[in-house]
């Protein structure tokens, strides 16, 4: 079964630092995708930064230059490195793992959240 769980999140002030971690679990190949979207009220879950199987990495223009995803292949884990944090980074960040396994098939797990939120 696969499961995905975040941690790391909490509150912090304005210009301060956070590290997610997602950890993902209950698979062997099929690797595609992991990344971190976030939610707020009112708004569609949007995307944040992703890894891709090759290492290429894309980010939401609103964090770049100040996040940074990373994933150690070994431990199936994803982290996001957050700096420079403003209060429009507030909200329910979720880990999403993207799976293509020989089937073709494209699968998308995703975990419960961990807030995170920015106090100015």
């Known amino acids: 079964q696969v499961q995905v769980v975040e941690s790391g999140g909490g509150l912090v002030q304005a210009g301060g630092s956070l590290r997610l971690s997602c950890a993902a679990s209950?698979?062997?190949?099929?690797?595609?995708?992991m990344g971190w979207y976030r939610q707020t009220p009112g708004k569609q879950r949007e995307l944040v930064a992703d890894i891709a199987r090759s290492g290429s990495t894309n980010y939401a223009d609103s964090v770049k230059g100040r996040f940074t995803i990373s994933r150690d292949k070994a431990k199936k884990t994803v982290y996001l490195q957050m700096t420079g944090l403003e209060p429009e980074d507030t909200g329910v960040y979720h880990c999403?793992?993207?799976?293509?396994?020989?089937?073709?098939?494209?699968?998308?797990?995703w975990g419960q959240g961990t807030q995170v939120t920015v106090s100015s």
């Open positions: 209950g698979f062997m190949f099929g690797f595609n995708s």
């Open positions: 999403n793992l993207n799976l293509l396994p020989f089937d073709g098939r494209s699968r998308d797990y």
